[in-house]
């Protein structure tokens, strides 16, 4: 079968095929707006996801992620693309200079719209971890390098390849439930 | 003339109606829901105003508002009542703690939509000032405390009688441009 994904990034699209590839899904890159509430992820992905399939009129799907800091009272959570933009791996650190609890974690809601069959689905996937001390090198999305999953290595996943990435990351979790849920319906 | 506010802030209706009293306009608040979308404060005010109207078929004002930060690129802008929620007063001083440009603005969006003649304004407010290095006594909402306008005396927007903050604030500036409207019209 095949989903459209709502996003401007080739790049998500390239990871959510290798994703979904193993569930018979294949993923194709949707040009249609993706519209976003102020809420939970939960709520702008599903809110998202179901004003694209009214267009579309096939199936989509939507996800959006954030990164949410214990100390920081989740800060800066559903807002975490636009927080990365204005004060970025810089101000994130600094906010948190005099903290010893680096608890944090990412986290992904991927809603799935089905206008035709009515069927609509949202589903969560996490990665705890910390934030570091000092940014590990350039690379992945946003926060990825100042953030290491809990793990016997404490690499940030800004330094993951694709593929490891996939395989602990909240988006990885949240489509591979998708990709199950699919394959089980066909 | 009527108009309906949608908030959930019951001293903002009172603060509002003080402003819009002298223009012949009646400021009630209205029980319908704020839909805030993410984007620019302007945008976030019009789509609440425009679904709002739908659902009171008679005219109704929302308003958005935002502190910008010039050296965080603008940040907390429109999401400045999440990060207040969340990283506070304190959070913020400690992102500029190193800086010595503090040059700040209030800014405020006020949208207007009257369904049954079928019109759409929105109206802009704004108070410059600095972010202070210390906060001043509590009151008033979010970040008063730690913002002072520019002006002889340096007082912190918190410290300030409602008279005084309407007469200079970003929300009594764009209120009073809906009101010199309104009171064209009629």
Redesign the interface.
Known sequence: MRVLLVTGNQSKVAEVRDVLKPYGVNVEKADLRK?????EIEE?SMLAARLAAMEALEPVVVDDSGLYVEA????????SS??Y???GNE?LL??L?HDDNRAAAFRCAVSYVDPINRVERTFLGEVAGYIRREPGKPGGFGFDPIFSPFGPNGVPLSEMSVEEKNAISHRGRAFRKLGEYLAARQ
């Open positions: 519209f976003e509430v102020q809420g702008v920081l009272k989740g800060f800066p959570g559903p807002y636009y927080v933009s204005t004060i101000g600094s906010l200079s």
